[in-house]
């Protein structure tokens, strides 16, 4: 809302003349922006909080009428079922909510869904039964509420169409799904772009969870969820060492070249936040690169690494003697002799709906002394 100068009477009441002749009505803006405004064209008044992300926008309007900006910049207005659309937005598509019949093309989608208690409206997604390990979904294949459709690159467009969900929920950017959002057009289904992948903090991530609840009129449950996770965070990284931390390497490796994390993306972010000392951190690269080294830089620079995270899932790497077989210098890693190699349990990307766990099971991993009686969740000890 935009501040206006303070005029004197005499324009304000031409002013008003001019109003009410003309059949139209108006209010003066207020100078403080933090208060609502009423009128007639429906402005909205307020702002959905954000404090990590600012990929999406969600201003409300009226109750629970709102404009919600996805991460395509396309506008909705949403609209509570039962209610009528206000005037003014005539050129808005509206998305009655809360939404039911859903399509969700990532498992991480749907782990944001799963604190608000809507998996129940899920009716298609694009990740195979047997690779789920959210309960609610199994249990969704298992009574046959919830369809597997395809892949995010070879989705059945048939079967999308027999099942006709009224919204789809999709993602753009880098590896975008833009051919089926074409598709989706096509066949005139609605969809919105979440695009929580791209975010590099690992709270900016969690807070799309906002962007979900409002499509199910759940906005507080998600700031109370939200808000006790970045709580724990922080309470836990009070705990950890400010001096003295933990040197961690996180690396996998593939065709004989070891390809480390961005110092600058999203997991470095995890690392840091539990307390690690990356090793790679000062590494001059722009945050969109990958970075990757022979296996003699590799190991030249990691040798005294005292935690190595090998970036796969344990059921596709297997045992620590695979990883060492294709690069048998690093058996002399410190973190190799020291057996403190870790895997990320099979479930790990669909969690994401538990950061502030996987920040602890860093911190258990880089401080087991500070943490004796727990052990990870989401991480497991490459034997």
């Known amino acids: 809302m935009m501040n206006k100068p303070i005029v004197n009477f005499l324009i304000i009441s031409l002013m008003s003349v001019v109003l009410i002749l003309s059949g139209c009505s108006n209010e003066s803006a207020e100078t403080d922006t933090s208060k609502k405004q009423e009128n007639t064209s429906h402005e909205a008044t307020n702002t959905l909080n954000l404090e990590y992300s600012d990929s999406f926008s969600i201003e409300y309007i009226d109750g629970q009428v709102k404009k919600l900006v996805d991460g395509e910049g396309r506008s909705f207005l949403l609209v509570p079922k039962g209610e009528e659309v206000p005037e003014g937005y005539d050129d808005v598509p509206v998305i009655y909510t809360p939404i039911e019949n859903v399509l969700a093309s990532s498992s991480t989608q749907v782990s944001l869904m799963e604190p608000l208690g809507v998996i129940d409206s899920l009716s298609a997604v694009m990740t195979d ?19 597997f459709v395809g892949t995010g690159q070879t989705p059945d467009y048939e079967f999308i169409q027999e099942i006709n969900p009224d919204i789809a929920i999709v993602y753009g950017g880098t590896w975008g799904q833009f051919e089926i959002m074409e598709k989706l057009d096509e066949l005139g289904i609605t969809y919105v772009v979440n695009n929580e992948y791209l975010e590099e903090h690992p709270f900016a991530r969690m807070e799309w969870i906002k962007f979900l609840a409002a499509l199910y009129n759940k906005e507080e449950e998600a700031e109370q969820f939200f808000t006790k996770a970045v709580n724990n965070v922080e309470s836990l990284f009070s705990q950890l060492p400010d001096e ?65 995270i090998y970036d796969g899932m344990e059921s596709y790497v297997g045992s620590l003697d695979n990883i060492v077989a294709q690069a048998p210098l690093i058996a002399d890693m410190k973190s190799v002799q020291d057996g403190d190699v870790w895997l990320y349990q099979d479930w790990y990307w669909q969690m994401l709906h538990k950061t502030d766990e996987i920040i602890e099971d860093l911190a258990i991993i880089f401080y087991p002394e500070l943490f004796p009686d727990q052990t990870p969740k989401h991480f497991i000890k490459a034997e």
């Open 244 to 308: 003295d931390k933990t040197s961690v390497v996180w690396a996998n490796i593939y065709d004989g070249q070891f390809s480390v994390v961005n110092p600058k993306g999203f997991t470095a972010k995890l690392m840091d936040m539990a307390g690690g000392n990356y090793i790679f951190k000062d590494l001059p690269v722009e945050v969109s690169e990958s970075v990757s080294f022979t296996q003699e830089e590799f190991y030249a620079q990691s040798i005294e690494a005292d935690v190595f």
């Open 129 to 147: 039964k047997d690779d789920w390990y959210l309960d609610d979904v199994i249990e969704g294949f298992e009574n046959g509420s919830i369809t």
